[in-house]
């Protein structure tokens, strides 16, 4: 995981990848400065790791403004 998204989660007091885990995707996206891409970042570190998590989807603004 990149410097970045360890630091935008430590500093909310996501301090391992089993708290990761446990998380709502609707309270990740509520961390400030954590998009789409740090998202995606932490499903990719999670399935290269087989760890489970929730269903978490990567909704891109594109994609919804679209269905609007």
Excluded: Y
Excluded at 29 to 42: A, R, V
Excluded at 50 to 55: D, F, L, N, R, S
């Amino acid at each position: 995981m990149s410097v970045r998204t360890v630091n935008c989660l430590e500093s909310n007091g996501v301090a391992s990848i089993g708290e990761l885990a446990v998380m709502s995707q609707s309270d990740l996206m509520k961390i400030p400065n954590f998009g789409d891409k740090t998202l995606e970042e932490c499903i990719t570190h999670l399935d290269r790791l087989k760890v489970p998590h929730p269903e978490w989807e990567v909704e891109s603004k594109k994609r919804i403004r679209k269905r609007n």
